[in-house]
């Protein structure tokens, strides 16, 4: 099965401070990668998915960037953290080689800018 | 446009007593829906896909397209039901996979 490594686990910036978050992949080729953000009561906001190497769509507008420089790493970034980019980050993978629909997540990332 | 609503941030039950987990879709096509489940502590994990039609840890949901619904389900709660659940919707390979906001099921003993 797909296994996702994400990190860090947890992350303290401060305000201004550029941002790098990794996440890779096993098991699988050509998967579809996403990243979300989690937070209470707004459950979990899609903010990028690719479905393919450098191709990434975006969601909503914000202060964050993604890239997929190879077919099983998808990076989350930012040239300047704000505030309200805290929040708890998880990527996920689906599809792929097997066709399998199933999306497998990340142990996500805690970022806290201070 | 994809939308995937859940109504309940909160639902809170006895153990033994039935629940229902709403969720309600809109999309133009034949989506798939799944449900995922995050227990305390640990990643989010696949708990059941409509076209399974399999019960899991006692939980069923059918998917309705006439009300574009996909109600999660189990007649007996446990307090190990206890998590955060999240309903979601895949349109298509490369269509993307998007999320309802989540019900936190709370079981008491």
Redesign the interface.
Known sequence: SQTIHQWPATLVQPVGSPLSLECTVEGTSNP?L?W?RQAA????Q?LF?S?GIGQI?S?VPQNLSASRPQDRQFILSSKKLLLSDSGFY?C?C??GEF?N???F????TRLTVV | AQRVTQPEKLLSVFKGAPVELKCNYSYSGSPELFWYVQYSRQRLQLLLRHISRESIKGFTADLNKGETSFHLKKPFAQEEDSAMYYCALNGGNTDKLIFGTGTRLQVFP
Do not use: I, K
């Open positions: 579809n996403y979300y009561g707004r459950g979990l899609l998915y479905v769509s969601e998880l996920a689906q599809g066709m629909t199933e999306a997540f990340g142990q996500g």
